[in-house]
């Protein structure tokens, strides 16, 4: 009886072993597929480096690097190479405007002014209030204007420079390293009634009216959190949004990461771009690596069900709330569903088929997060490399594709 008995315990153990090579085959079979679909449109040569993922509500899917994070030295683009995600990074400024209310140091439709050191106002409406909640749905009627481009981007310290393109598409420009000044002299400077750029700040739209996307605004937001908790936001998010989520290679500034992992960035596959930071870094300056934005987009979509981590389900809600209708819009883009320019909760953006989340460029610099609400599948793209054409735009939307095609396959 024994025997027989450890006989059928072997046949157990051996069918279970054989069910999970299979499975293991399986698995290794659709990510080998995924994989070299994605390094068939890399080898266009149109991205020099890029990393993608994709991940639901439980844990990171599926993640990779391609190409070249340093075309010169042959360098990896892995899943643990940093370089900064542009307006993708407009996201955590939502999340910090909520932890922040959650904590009593701010209200969301508290006005700016209470929280200010200068006077904020739009000079066509100049008793209208510009509130929280307005920068947060890009309502305030704070536009950027060319300042933003020409003052906000300013070299590394201590870099080469020999065969670097110092502007950027021929209007942003890279200033010296020892001229730049803090975010709060460039908002007043920018803002202010007598602040020396302020030419073209402000919209002809009366505050709260009409969705007009502002970086200077995202960026006021935070100076605000900044007023409101007396931290500056790389410490506030440091401390309540990148360490609960144990997103160790991610910062917003060179002195918070390993630099040895930043990627070189590039204006087209033969153009390198200088290492650069920005005044108005929480507009899009957050630092991060594919596998580090994965376990934030997981704790999104945890949240968007009422079970993250970092915010309340309360404070989750009014991040994923939309809170605009079509009379606040001059036109909606219905052509990409991951435009998120179709709707807004708290500096998170809707698609008009309702896929949440947010797109970034900067020089060097692609994004772009999103996942469904249907079936809390999400995918994010971070590229090393500029595009501005169609064939670019196709191999773009291209890999996001193919990532779409495997997401539900990764599912275990």
């Keep these: 009886m024994k025997g027989f008995l450890l006989l059928i315990a072997v046949y157990v153990l051996a069918s279970c072993n ?18 070299t679909e994605i390094n068939t449109i890399y080898q266009q040569g149109i991205f020099n480096g890029f990393a993608v993922s994709v991940v639901d509500g439980e844990s990171t899917l599926y993640q990779q690097g391609f190409g070249h994070s340093d075309v010169k030295s042959k360098k990896q683009y892995t899943d643990h190479t940093i370089q900064n995600i542009a307006s993708v990074s407009k996201t955590f400024v939502g999340i910090a405007l909520l932890k922040a209310q959650e904590l009593g140091k701010l209200h969301l439709d508290d006005p700016v002014q209470k929280y200010l050191p200068f006077k904020v106002a739009n000079p066509n409406f100049p008793q209208a209030n510009i509130t929280i ?6 309502t305030s009627s704070i536009t950027d204007n060319e300042f933003y481009l020409s003052k906000n981007y300013y070299l590394k310290q201590d870099q080469k420079l020999d065969g670097v393109k110092l502007n950027f598409d021929d209007e942003q420009i890279f200033n010296p390293s020892d001229s730049i000044i803090p975010m709060k002299s460039f908002l007043q400077n920018v803002l202010a009634e007598n602040g020396k750029w302020n ?16 970086n200077v605004g995202t960026t006021l937001a935070a100076f605000i959190i900044e007023q409101a908790t007396g931290k500056s936001f790389s410490d506030f998010t440091k401390e309540y949004i990148l360490k609960p989520l144990q997103m160790n290679d991610s910062g917003w500034k060179f002195e918070d990461i ?23 870094y929480p507009d899009g300056g957050l630092i991060t690596s594919i596998n580090d934005l994965s376990k934030y987009l997981s704790e999104l979509i945890k949240g968007y069900n009422g079970n993250g981590t970092i ?15 079509a009379k606040n819009f001059t036109e909606r883009n219905e052509q990409n569903p991951y435009s998120e320019s179709y709707n807004t909760g708290i500096f998170i953006g809707y698609g008009y088929t309702g896929y949440i989340g947010h797109t970034g460029g900067d020089p060097g610099v692609m994004s772009i997060l999103f996942f469904d609400p249907k079936n809390n599948l999400g995918r994010i793209m971070v590229f090393n490399t500029n595009f501005s054409d169609k064939k ?21």
């Design 18 to 35: 054989a069910q999970k090579n299979r499975q293991f085959n399986i698995e290794k079979h659709i990510r080998e597929s995924l994989n």
């Design 133 to 138: 909640r307005q920068l947060a749905t890009h």
């Design 199 to 214: 030419k073209n700040s402000f919209s002809s739209h009366q505050p709260g009216s009409m969705y007009e996307y502002s």
């Design 258 to 280: 390993n630099f040895s992992k930043f990627s070189r960035l590039y204006e087209n596959p033969e153009t390198v771009l200088p290492y650069y930071h920005s005044i108005t």
């Design 311 to 325: 915010l309340t389900p309360e404070s989750y809600r009014e991040y994923f709330k939309p809170q605009l209708t």
């Design 392 to 412: 670019g735009n196709d191999a773009f939307y291209g890999i996001w594709n193919v990532l779409e095609k495997y997401q539900s396959k990764l599912r275990k």
